[in-house]
């Protein structure tokens, strides 16, 4: 059954250093499952990467007690770096870990990045945790994409994100059609464009799902029709890019949780269908 969560990134500025007490982990998983959502991703946290196994094993019990999956999200492909997260995920009982081709440091060519997972995969898959390349604009879906099919094994695919890549000029559209056989997870996230002060220039940002350019119910269709078999298993998780509020921390916070709170419930309200509206 697809699950419906929630992704740090939902908390990014409440947990971030603009908080006066940082959200922990431990909090974000208790309003993860106080708003209803039964997986929450851990993505992009950095502190995750310090935490002994006594450490992961509190936050999987915590977990399981809320009633939760688990999720995991890196960047990177350095076979030590999966390596790691691929030990984390079996601590935390985890069968899905979400990952970018680029780091700082590390930028990958289409053949050198398929050489690599080409050796981590086969890992993945013997513990049966499958690894999600998410779409975004500093690698071109054709090339994340001829990455994956060279690969060729089911335990790799894609986090499809369509709002990522607008950056790249490429079309929402256009690359939930092409990622869709191939898509292992999905990032409901809504966008749009705004006019900047004088009409010079626009804002690309976040906005309450719904409200956006985000065709949500062309998206799950699309996957839908090109997974039939693996369609009910593809969970969807809410992120936002909600910008910092001039009015400051309180208000960012607040509008942070009633967007993720919007977003949920939006997911939930209605999951044999399609609950957002196409734009």
Same mark, same amino acid.
Not at 79 to 91: F, I, P, S
Not at 236 to 256: C, K, M, N, S
Not at 257 to 270: G, N
């Given at each position: ?47 995750? #990467? ?5 450490? =992961?094993?509190? %936050?999987?019990?915590?977990?399981? +007690?809320?009633? !939760?999956?688990?999720? *995991? ?63 975004? #604009? ?5 090339? =994340?994409?001829? %990455?994956?099919?060279?690969?060729? +094994?089911?335990? !790799?695919?894609?986090? *499809? ?119």
């Amino acid at each position: 059954m697809t699950a419906y969560g929630i992704s740090t990134y939902a908390y990014f500025w409440r947990f971030s250093g603009r908080a006066p007490e940082p959200m922990t982990l431990t909090a974000m998983l208790q309003d993860t499952a106080e708003l209803g959502g039964q997986v929450f991703q851990i993505c992009d946290y950095a502190p995750i #990467e310090s935490y002994d196994a006594a450490q =992961l094993a509190d %936050v999987r019990a915590t977990a399981e +007690d809320l009633g !939760l999956r688990l999720e *995991l999200g890196t960047r990177g492909i350095r076979t030590a770096h999966l390596d790691k997260y691929l030990d984390m995920a079996g601590r935390l009982g985890v069968t899905l870990v979400r990952s970018m081709l680029n780091t700082v440091d590390h930028q990958p060519s289409v053949d050198e990045a398929t050489a690599l997972l080409k050796e981590s995969v086969p890992r993945y898959a013997d513990a049966g945790v499958t690894l999600g390349l998410e779409t975004y #604009e500093q690698v071109a879906t054709g090339d =994340l994409l001829t %990455v994956v099919r060279a690969v060729d +094994d089911p335990h !790799l695919g894609v986090v *499809l994100d369509p709002g990522n890549s607008v950056a790249r000029l490429e079309r929402p559209v256009d690359v939930v059609a092409a990622t869709a056989p191939y898509v292992v997870n999905i990032h409901v996230k809504d966008f749009s464009f705004t006019r900047r002060d004088g009409w010079v220039g626009f804002t690309y940002a976040g906005c309450p799902l719904g409200e956006g350019l985000l065709d949500y119910d062309g998206m799950v269709a699309a996957v839908r029709a090109a997974r039939p078999e693996h369609a009910d298993g593809i969970n969807q998780i809410v992120e936002h890019w909600l910008p910092w509020q001039d009015e400051g921390f309180d208000t960012t916070a607040r509008l942070e949780h009633q967007w993720t709170q919007h977003s949920i419930t939006t997911l939930l309200s209605d999951t044999s269908t399609t609950p957002a509206r196409s734009k």
